[in-house]
């Protein structure tokens, strides 16, 4: 080796050390970041039809909930994807600045729902935690600081499902300010985040445009079907493969496309979360009509659930370095199928009992989500490691939708209220006891995959 080559090395593993002593730094206040905009997520999907109630738009409450989630999911892919080109620190800057900033738009402008509507749009802003994690720290760290953010995400759901449940004792325009608080961390994230771009790298603008583009419309046609968007998704679909195929220098490039173990996780993660967004309305549905609860006690077992998902997701980093991918993704299908069995068959014997099968297939969730984004890292390139995580991002949110718009026409199928299996009669308890089959046939579904791919889990970092 040639002193040169040499001097070249030494020089490389000083500048990650750099990065990841100010990489460990800066991740605690991004952590109290993520939270205060990731609460706000669960709080206004519990209490969207109060507040259209309360401005008199009860028909398009839902749209409170629906299209920032559609943002969201497109968002998250451009942060990861821009971190690849532009510093973390500029696009963390731009985050917070936008959470400040739609906090304050929809404080004082609480009187209006279209306002409120954007302001929620606007507080939706991407997160560059995973992103500076797959990039800028260790293999054991990248495992641990993975679970640490899902754990935080779940400790995020349950403050704001708890706020939510207790809505309605104050005046809901205040929950607004709660994510403000970011704007005392600033300082701290100038300080600490990695300010490294790509030099030399010019950012495909329009690639990334029309597949934002793309990815938005296949998230809004599934909140809001027409036949008109359909045609306009694959037209968007051809023109985005054949810029892959014949563009200049796409931000994903055919080898990116072609790398058969990320796109066998990125399938993973579609079924994985398909019905994620529906484990909360589902138990709206059993608590008020099967069991005539109001809504403080369900958000109070439902804040118990993801207390749950949040110890299991600060154990999850140790437990893939511990046990490994596979074993990790093996223990979190069985508990994902045990917990829907359990509560398709349950579903009549009390709604504590529920709560603990809930706390065992979220547990199964949040464990996915550690090995999944640990393996996906290492199936790519360092420097295409924000676009690994950012279309994670989004396979996770359009699943999800997806899957929640499939929720949505199963809970009012009259054939499924017919009757269920182990005895179960008609009516309520028939149709989710129905459903939950159908969420333990998808975790099976999961079971299958993770043993047919298991070879994408166990590759070593790409080069």
């Keep these: 080796m040639s002193d040169s080559t040499q001097a070249a090395n030494v020089t490389a593993a000083d500048d990650f050390e750099a990065n990841r002593a100010k990489t460990k730094k800066a991740l605690p206040a991004l952590l109290i970041v993520f939270t205060l905009g990731t609460l706000m997520i669960q709080a206004f999907n519990l209490v969207f039809q109060n507040i259209g109630d309360s401005l008199g738009m009860f028909a398009s409450a839902s749209l409170i909930s629906t299209l920032p989630g559609i943002v969201l999911g497109v968002v998250c892919m451009l942060y990861g994807t821009l971190c690849d080109f532009i510093s973390p620190k500029r696009m963390t800057l731009f985050g917070v600045s936008a959470l400040v900033i739609g906090s304050l738009l929809g404080f004082f402008g609480s009187f209006n729902f279209w306002v409120v509507l954007i302001a929620r749009m606007i507080q939706v802003a991407g997160s560059v935690f995973l992103v500076m994690t797959v990039k800028y720290l260790d293999d054991k760290e990248k495992a641990v600081y993975i679970g640490i953010y ?21 005046d809901w325009k205040y929950l607004f300010l709660v994510p403000a608080i970011s704007v005392f961390f600033i300082p701290l994230l100038i300080k ?34 027409n036949v008109w968007l359909l045609v306009a998704i694959v ?22 496309i072609t790398n058969k173990a990320y796109m066998s996780i990125l399938l993973l993660q579609f079924v994985f979360y398909f019905f994620n967004f529906a484990c909360v309305p589902i ?9 005539d609860m109001p809504l ?29 991918r596979m074993k990790t ?33 979220i547990a199964g969730v949040t464990v ?89 889990f166990s590759a070593k970092r790409a080069e």
Excluded at 162 to 168: C, D, N, P
Excluded at 236 to 256: C, M, R
Excluded at 283 to 291: A, H, K
Excluded at 296 to 316: N, P
Aim: charged fraction near 10%.
């Design 150 to 170: 899902n754990a935080v995400y779940y400790l995020a759901a349950a403050i704001g499902v708890f706020a939510g449940g207790f809505i309605t004792s104050f």
């Design 192 to 225: 600490n985040t990695p300010d490294i771009s790509a030099k030399g790298e010019r950012i495909d603008g329009f690639g990334i445009a029309l597949f934002a583009v793309f990815a938005g419309l296949i998230a809004v046609y599934f909140s809001f079907p």
């Design 235 to 256: 037209l968007l679909g051809i023109a985005f493969v054949a810029w892959i195929l014949k563009g200049s220098k796409p931000f994903l490039s055919k080898s990116f």
């Design 283 to 291: 138990y709206n549905v059993i608590g008020e009509q099967l069991y």
């Design 296 to 324: 403080t006690t369900i958000s109070l077992c439902l804040t118990l659930v993801y207390v749950v998902a949040t110890i299991v997701g600060c154990v999850s980093g140790p437990a893939v370095n511990k046990l490994g």
């Design 329 to 361: 993704l093996i223990v979190a299908s069985v508990l994902m199928v045990v917990g829907f069995a359990g509560s398709a068959i349950f579903i009549e014997q009390g709604f504590w009992i529920l709560t603990v099968l809930a706390c065992m297939f």
């Design 368 to 456: 996915v989500y550690t090995p999944i984004y640990d393996a996906a890292s290492d199936a790519l390139p360092v420097e295409e490691n924000g676009r690994g995580v950012g279309i994670l991002d989004l396979m996770m949110n359009t699943s999800a939708s997806i899957g929640m718009a499939v929720y949505s026409s199963l809970i009012v199928n009259p054939s499924l209220a017919k009757g269920g299996l182990f005895g179960i009669g008609s009516g309520v308890a028939a149709q989710t006891s129905n459903v939950f089959w159908i969420m333990c046939a998808a975790s099976v579904l999961a079971l299958l995959l993770v043993l047919m791919f298991r070879k994408s």
